[in-house]
């Protein structure tokens, strides 16, 4: 167990995770973590956050198909658009 000091930063609170803890949960620099408040507010669980995956434009474009595509829509024209 190590033993943490709150320290402000800004109009927050901050504190600095010891390396060992980092290392042992896998997380560095940059790193998004999900914060847990235990309902009686006497335990605070950091969980690193899954990355989202990052699509190519090809890998959209593979998943369209004639069954998802919708109709081409008419919305008129307002103003002066077409002049």
Known sequence: MAVVVAQKWGNSLGIRIPKEAAEKIGISFGSELE?????????????????QKKYTLEELLSQ?????RHDEIDFGTEGRELI
């Open 35 to 51: 914060m847990y408040v235990a309902e009686n507010g006497e335990s605070i669980t950091l969980k690193p956050r899954s990355p």
């Open 64 to 68: 369209i198909t004639p069954e998802n």
